[in-house]
């Protein structure tokens, strides 16, 4: 079975500055997505950025990016010049890519706090 | 569209009492999902509908849990004999796939509900 792990349940940013998160994962797949989904206070689940394992190039989505490192079944996520909006719990996710009948499978979570 | 759509947003219960959650997906979404979170914990699939078939049921959906999905519109959890270990958010999240592109959904979650049991 797959595993995501975070290893930083707190991180904190100055705003303006940059933040990285950590995620790593285990798979015995070669084709797989990966996801970060952001949880703000209200709740929501919001998909922030995706990447498809076959990909080498790194996705980007204006101020976020990922550097994806298969081999070593990483997946971190950069935010730039952090915005107090962008307090929120961070989730890794994974999904394979045989099969789309299989659920996402979550890490536990990276809360993120933006100082002014 | 107002997304998806989850009620209520919270509920307090005794133990032993059965509870109903209700969730509406984005129209014309074909694939409906129940996650649970609890504490510092991410979401962890519980079962999931496409069109009104339950396609797949965790390990983690007791015989307490069922889940229905009428007609592939709206979906319902009902979690009968509550447990205080039932306490957790419970997440609905809805996407529209094609026969083609399954492994290329992306899914939209709506608040969740929080669910006590004292």
């Known amino acids: 079975a797959q595993t995501v792990t975070q290893s930083q349940p707190e991180m904190s940013v100055q705003e303006a500055e940059t933040v990285t998160l950590s995620c790593t994962y285990d798979?015995?797949?070669?084709?797989?997505?990966l996801f970060w989904y952001k949880q703000p206070p209200s709740r929501q689940m919001i998909l922030v950025i995706r990447?498809?394992?076959?990909?080498?190039q790194n996705a980007t989505e204006n101020r976020f990016s990922v550097n994806f490192q298969k081999a070593a079944k990483s997946f971190s996520l950069k935010i730039s010049d952090s915005q107090l909006g962008d307090a929120a719990m961070y989730f890794c996710a994974y999904r394979s890519a045989y099969s789309g009948n299989t659920p996402l499978v979550f890490g536990k979570g990276t809360r993120l706090s933006v100082i002014a | 569209d107002t997304g998806v759509s989850q009620d209520p947003r919270h509920k307090i219960t005794k133990r032993g009492q059965n509870v109903t959650f209700r969730c509406d997906p984005i129209?014309?979404?074909?694939?409906l999902y129940w996650y649970r979170q609890t504490l510092g914990q991410g979401p962890e699939f519980l079962t999931y509908?496409?069109?009104?078939?339950?396609?797949?049921k965790s390990r983690l959906l007791s015989d307490r849990f069922s889940a229905e999905r009428p007609k592939g519109s709206f979906s319902t959890l009902e979690i009968q004999r509550t447990e205080q270990g039932d306490s957790a958010m419970y997440l609905c999240a809805s996407s529209k796939i094609g026969s083609r592109d399954a492994t290329n959904e992306k899914l939209f979650f709506g608040s969740g509900t929080q669910l006590s049991v004292l």
């Open positions: 509908f496409q069109n009104e078939a339950q396609l797949e």
């Open positions: 129209s014309e979404h074909n694939r």
């Open positions: 990447q498809e394992a076959y990909k080498q």
């Open positions: 798979t015995s797949e070669s084709d797989y997505y």
